[in-house]
């Protein structure tokens, strides 16, 4: 059973090769216009002057925010009634991780290897670890629409970098308003996802018959995991609390890891410059391609053009994170191979369970 489960799974992760093969050669492609001519040898001379000793420590850095930026999605497992060890759910999301890196959009993809995961090596019922994976989401996106947007609004305070015009500020404030009201939907009972998927089951003809089939499973699936998460906003307050804790942490690591980086190439930035390089990087890997591929390089380099210190410092952070990324993004990989093809060792990570 679970060989044939991790079979549908990487049935289910496995790329289309017709439009993702199609948006990475427009990534490969926008990255090479936007470097085209760019100092490279400098920028890179600056990552490998850095020593091996502070390479290791932006790696450091990353493994102990591993943990913090995995809280989140751990309180919310033991507020459903499923708990699941921290080390395992650290597991969970770097190969969660991987797969969305590598997958168009960064920031999806991975989820349902998540939900796979937990399901069928945990034991945990499909609604709730759908719930948990939904709902970590939903509560990130929510802190950094909020981060963001208060980055915003020290920026235009201060009147400083490209990010300063007031039209960022009220698309932030709308953004941040639309996922406080999904959650403010969902806590007093809404059900808003599975109206919307019923009404777009109807727009697709299904409106003189009940939906049957995967579309019957996907449409009961959002109401038990809708019913759950109302559950959880009204009667687990404190850990509703304490996960938006654990993102406010996770981003405070990352302005220390883009602080620190910054530092050990020789650039440091003011509060303002770093405010505005977090944002830059943080839009860009919202483009629709795999890891933002060509978007990084383009934005960062620009931005730090704006800010009156160069494309080389930009180019030179991207280089960096780059290097940061692939190698998480290998250790995420041999993870998820390990997770797919082991159904063996489900019993071993089970006992890690509590």
């Known amino acids: 059973m679970i060989g044939r489960a991790a079979s549908s799974a990487a049935g289910f992760l496995s790329p289309r090769i017709g439009w993702r093969?199609?948006?990475?050669?427009?990534?490969?492609?926008?990255?090479?216009?936007?470097?085209?001519?760019?100092?490279w040898e400098q920028a890179w001379g600056q990552v490998t002057g850095m020593g091996i000793g502070a390479l290791l420590s932006v790696l450091g850095?990353?493994?102990?925010?591993?943990?913090?930026?995995?809280?989140?999605?751990?309180?919310?497992?033991?507020?459903?009634?499923?708990?699941?060890?921290?080390r395992t759910v650290c597991a969970y999301r770097l190969a969660g991780n991987a797969i969305s890196y590598l997958t168009p959009g960064p920031h999806f993809g991975g989820e349902p290897l998540q939900v796979?995961?937990?399901?069928?090596?945990q034991d945990?019922?499909?609604?709730?670890?759908?719930?948990?994976?939904?709902?970590?989401?939903?509560?990130?996106?929510?802190?950094?629409?909020?981060?963001?947007g208060s980055s915003l609004i020290v920026l235009t305070v201060a009147g400083s970098g490209p990010f300063a015009g007031r039209w960022a500020l009220p698309l932030a404030v709308a953004l941040a308003a639309a996922v406080a009201a999904l959650l403010a939907a969902l806590c007093m009972?809404?059900?808003?996802?599975?109206?919307?998927?019923?009404?777009?089951?109807?727009?697709?003809?299904?409106?003189?018959?009940?939906?049957?089939?995967?579309?019957?499973?996907?449409l009961d699936g959002l109401i038990q995991a809708e019913i759950l998460s109302e559950s959880l906003l009204r009667r687990h307050r404190r850990a509703f609390l304490l996960a938006n804790l654990c993102s406010l942490g996770h981003w405070l690591g990352v302005f220390a890891?883009?602080?620190?980086?910054?530092?050990?190439?020789?650039?440091?930035?003011s509060l303002p410059q770093l405010l505005t390089v977090v944002i830059a990087a943080r839009l860009a890997f919202l483009a629709p391609l795999p890891a933002g591929l060509g978007v990084l390089e383009s934005t960062l380099p620009w931005t730090t053009a704006a800010l009156g210190l160069g494309s080389v410092p930009g180019l030179s952070l991207c280089l960096l994170i780059r290097v940061r990324d692939i190698l998480f993004?290998?250790?995420?990989?041999?993870?998820?191979?390990?997770?797919?093809t082991c159904p063996d060792r489900a019993g071993t990570l089970a006992k890690d369970a509590g």
């Open 21 to 39: 093969g199609l948006l990475l050669i427009a990534g490969l492609a926008l990255a090479w216009l936007a470097l085209h001519g760019m100092p």
């Open 61 to 86: 850095l990353n493994l102990a925010m591993l943990p913090l930026m995995t809280l989140r999605w751990w309180q919310l497992l033991r507020a459903l009634a499923a708990p699941v060890s921290l």
């Open 116 to 121: 796979y995961l937990l399901r069928h090596r």
């Open 124 to 148: 945990i019922p499909l609604p709730a670890a759908a719930i948990s994976v939904a709902l970590e989401r939903l509560l990130e996106l929510w802190a950094s629409m909020v981060v963001l």
């Open 189 to 218: 009972g809404k059900r808003s996802l599975s109206r919307a998927c019923s009404w777009l089951m109807r727009f697709c003809g299904m409106a003189h018959r009940p939906p049957t089939g995967f579309a019957g499973r996907l």
């Open 257 to 269: 890891e883009f602080w620190l980086m910054a530092i050990l190439l020789g650039h440091p930035l």
């Open 329 to 340: 993004s290998l250790a995420g990989l041999g993870l998820t191979m390990k997770y797919l």
